[in-house]
């Protein structure tokens, strides 16, 4: 098991890895579950009088979503109540000046780890351990601290590298997250299962599939996720998201191959979306049926009404409803009615009930879906889907075994 933050010494100056990826629209950053979460387990650290610096990433390099933190530390800061400060330069003298300068009580916001060569380099953890951010950053501070839960699937060097060299310790959402989404792969349901994924991030998804036999008695598709299989049967449909790129073109064959697999092995049990919903001339929904996408195919942004009548019978007879992914563009009202509409039956339903996503679990308050009505909002979406799938996560296993040295 992990040390978490209730082993702290007190007053220690913290390196602390968060994950504030968030939608970015036209180049605003958008709030979501995760600021408020991570602000809980800040406002705690610098209560105890703990000096606080922070890692977090925002996209992947080559998208519009790939920004700098100044707006995130805005963001945070009204989560926290207090003042959150920002540098733009994660190890450099900017940055180090500004760490030197923490004292007791203060959180400050390094830049964006992945605008540095070393976070996203294809190394082992040792290897991360001695990169130069790792080597830099730790003798500035006595301890590391992992509150980034929704990012713990992916091994980069602010994940993986810190906990080979310091003393390091589970945050508040890593250690809940990591309780919580363990917990339901061991649980047995004596019902249907029903697995609701939608989204962008179609690798992650079908990733996950591959490996959920035995746990998920039905898939109801959506979002790009939904396209991408209609796609592989034939249908002009689909798009290239700042999260998915070259799904749709270049890397094509390789999916069209794995989804065709997928596909082959769940035949019925997997639902797909048979209409869906664009924006017309006049920025109306216009609703069409699969078959007619041809003369739009990138242009739909929600399933339509059709398809959702056509799932809400599953979730109502299933035992446990596990969602991943929206439906469609929530964000935009009129391009809701799939998400909301799927989600609403859930929480009409007496299931069990888990929605993940960093996005995705946003649906619920935005469109006042009553948090009580599900039984975990996960602000994970990729971690939650390999803990379903029982895989393990490399932050949790780095966390393990600093505890152990
Ligand atoms: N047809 C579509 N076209 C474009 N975007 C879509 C479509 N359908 C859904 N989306 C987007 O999918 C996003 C949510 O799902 P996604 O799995 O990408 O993120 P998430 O819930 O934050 O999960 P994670 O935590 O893994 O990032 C929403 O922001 C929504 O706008
Ligand atoms: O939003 C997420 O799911 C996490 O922050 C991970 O982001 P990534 O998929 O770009 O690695």
Redesign the pocket.
């Known amino acids: 098991m992990f040390n978490t933050i209730d082993d702290l010494e007190p007053e220690q100056r913290l390196l602390m890895r968060v994950d504030l990826?968030a939608?970015v629209d036209d180049g605003a950053v958008q709030d979501n579950r995760r600021f408020a979460r991570h602000a809980e387990t800040i406002a705690e650290l610098i209560d105890d009088g703990h000096a606080v610096a922070l890692m977090a990433h925002q996209g992947r390099p080559g998208r519009d979503t790939f920004v700098t933190l100044e707006q995130h530390a805005d963001i945070l800061a009204d989560h926290v109540g207090e003042d959150v400060d920002y540098v733009p330069s994660t190890y450099g003298d900017e940055a180090l000046d500004a760490i030197a300068e923490l004292e007791s009580g203060d959180v400050l916001v390094l830049e964006n780890v992945r605008m540095t060569d070393d976070e996203l380099a294809d190394r082992t953890p040792e290897e991360h351990g001695e990169s130069d951010l790792v080597q830099t950053l730790a003798p500035e501070f006595d301890a590391y601290v992992n509150d980034g839960y929704?990012v713990a699937h992916r091994p980069h060097a602010s994940i993986v590298g810190f906990p080979q060299v310091m003393d390091s310790y589970a945050g508040r959402v890593m250690a809940e997250e990591y309780e919580y989404n363990t917990s339901i792969e061991r649980r047995e349901f004596d019902g249907k299962v029903t697995m609701v994924l939608?989204?962008?991030?179609v690798e992650?998804v079908v990733a996950a599939m591959e490996n959920l036999d035995e746990k998920v008695d039905q898939f109801l598709l959506?979002?790009?996720v939904g396209?991408l299989f209609l796609r592989s049967e034939g249908y002009e449909i689909g798009?290239d998201?700042p999260?998915g790129p070259g799904l749709y073109d270049e890397s094509w064959d390789e999916n069209e191959d794995t989804i065709r697999e997928v596909k082959e092995r769940y035949g019925d049990r997997i639902s797909l979306p048979v209409d869906v919903a664009r924006e017309g001339e006049d920025g109306e929904r216009v609703t069409e049926r699969v078959e007619d996408a041809a003369d739009h195919p990138d242009e739909?942004?929600?399933v339509g009404e059709e398809t959702v009548e056509a799932y809400q019978p599953h979730v109502r007879e299933s035992e446990a409803v596990l969602v991943?992914?929206?439906?469609?563009?929530?964000?935009m009202e009129q391009f809701s009615h799939g998400t909301v509409g799927v989600l609403r039956a859930v929480a009409e339903t007496d299931c069990y009930s888990v929605v993940?996503?960093?996005?995705?679990?946003r649906t619920v308050t935005m469109y006042d879906l009553g948090e009580e009505n599900f039984d975990h909002l996960s602000i994970?979406?990729?971690a939650y889907l390999r803990a379903l799938t029982g895989a393990p996560l490399p932050a949790v296993e780095a966390l393990e075994a600093a505890a152990e040295r």
């Open positions: 990826n939608p929704s939608g989204g962008t991030k992650d959506g979002g790009i396209q798009i998201t999260e739909y942004l929600d991943k992914g929206a439906l469609g563009v929530f964000e993940g996503g960093g996005d995705t679990s994970a979406g990729g």
